[in-house]
């Protein structure tokens, strides 16, 4: 299956992975499955970053890079017949970068990987649904992925003893799309 994340799944892949259903998180585990970004999941994280609500270390674009080094997505262009079928989409609001993202799915014939009841309602994509997963009370992320188990010290994006996905999460009063409030926190 070749999977294109939008901007929440993309940091909650990395960043927050407890925030993915099971399956979602298997299929983006699946090593069958192509892991698809479109360069406004990009823009939108450097906007999200710019303004506050995530914090990538050691700077936005710098993590940006380095994941796109570490993580193996295809990037899925923009293009002219993109922006023509961005037009043309039956979406329930005016969000450019939504409409990217549903127009990328249409265009490349690829599943959108989303939370975002609004793309959800849409007919003329093929979408995985990811619905939120409140994880279980704990101290902090960091202790919680420790308990885990999991690590993966070779990878460049992980700090000494942690994993890729396991970077501390510190709560906020607004996240990205509005799907939950959280403010993500990933050293490089």
């Known amino acids: 299956m070749k999977l294109l994340l939008d901007t929440h799944i ?3 892949s990395l960043l927050e992975p ?5 399956r979602v998180a298997a299929e983006l585990d699946n090593p069958l499955n192509e892991l698809w970004l479109s360069p406004i ?8 970053a710019e303004r506050g609500r995530v914090t990538l270390e050691p700077d936005a674009a710098t993590w940006v890079r380095r994941t796109s080094q570490a993580v193996p997505f295809k990037e899925a262009p923009m293009n002219h017949e993109v922006a023509i079928q961005s037009r043309a989409i039956d979406l ?11 127009a990328t799915a249409l265009v490349y014939d690829l ?10 309602r849409s007919r003329r994509i093929t979408a995985l649904a990811n619905t939120y997963v409140a994880p279980a ?4 992320f960091r202790e919680y992925r420790r308990s ?5 010290p070779a990878c460049p994006l992980s700090p000494p003893g942690q994993a890729r996905r396991g970077a501390p999460v510190k ?11 959280h403010q993500e926190t990933a050293v490089a």
């Open 148 to 152: 885990q188990g999991t690590g993966d």
């Open 137 to 140: 009370r704990r101290n902090s």
């Open 92 to 102: 329930f609001h005016q969000d450019p970068a939504d409409r990217f993202l549903a």
């Open 10 to 12: 993309f940091l909650w």
């Open 171 to 181: 709560p906020r009063s607004s996240g990205p799309h509005g799907t939950r409030p």
């Open 111 to 120: 599943t959108l990987v989303t939370a975002d009841e609004r793309l959800l």
């Open 41 to 48: 999941v990009i823009w939108e994280v450097l906007m999200l």
């Open 18 to 22: 407890a925030q993915l259903t099971k």
